[in-house]
């Protein structure tokens, strides 16, 4: 999803070779030295020489990242994670056309004005999956001859109808690529399907 890199890590009093993950919400360290640093808890990133130096919670977590890298990083946490907007690719005149009723308060406040009244001319069409009989519906509105991309969203974790894997193995059957996936909300994941080329 994120940025990642394997570089030396120092945290906390301690220094390791390990990964350090840029996710949407946080920063993950893995393997020696393991740690959840939420976004929104770093006050301060500056690049100090070849490694990014960030403050959160009255301690520094450097990363040895490269100089380039370093900025690049610095960068992309003062930005910020992107919007559910941004992640779905509403904006700038691209609109949505909802093939079922929308639940989720997120995906109704990231497409608050900017859903399509009718399928033509729509950038994509998304479709909240809560059963089988629902995912064949919205493969069907993709496979209409000039439908654009769609994007499909069902619940996360176990037990979750349908499951991820059966949508993939549905719309994949069906000529479609899975080209982009995102979370959605602590309930819903999504994944956007567009049709194979050539």
Same mark, same amino acid.
């Given at each position: ?107 109704? !406040?990231? $497409?608050?004005? *900017? =859903? %399509?009244?009718?399928? #033509?001319? /729509? +950038?994509?069409? @998304?479709?909240? &999956?809560?059963?089988? !009989?629902? $995912?064949?519906? *919205? =493969? %069907?509105?993709?496979? #209409?001859? /000039? +439908?654009?991309? @769609?994007?499909? &969203? ?45």
């Amino acid at each position: 999803m994120g940025r990642e890199a394997i570089c030396t890590i120092r945290w906390q009093g301690e220094a390791a070779e390990g990964k350090a993950l840029l996710e949407g919400e946080e920063i993950v360290l893995r393997g020696d030295i393991r740690a959840r640093i939420p976004r929104a808890a770093i006050t301060r990133a500056e690049v100090d020489g070849e490694g990014l130096r960030l403050l959160t919670a009255g301690s520094w977590l450097e990363l040895d990242l490269g100089a380039k890298a370093a900025e690049s990083w610095r960068k992309a946490i003062l930005k910020g994670p992107p919007t559910l907007a941004e992640k779905l690719g509403v904006g700038c005149g691209a609109r949505a056309f909802a093939l079922t009723p929308l639940t989720d308060e997120a995906v109704i !406040a990231a $497409l608050s004005g *900017a =859903l %399509a009244p009718q399928a #033509a001319g /729509a +950038a994509f069409l @998304i479709a909240e &999956l809560k059963s089988d !009989a629902g $995912l064949e519906a *919205a =493969l %069907a509105a993709a496979e #209409a001859p /000039a +439908a654009p991309p @769609i994007w499909c &969203l069902f619940p996360k974790g176990k037990g979750a109808e349908p499951p991820d894997a059966r949508v993939r193995e549905v719309f994949r059957a069906a000529g479609f690529v899975d080209v982009k996936s995102c979370a959605v909300s602590a309930r819903l994941t999504a994944t956007r399907y567009q049709r194979r080329r050539g």
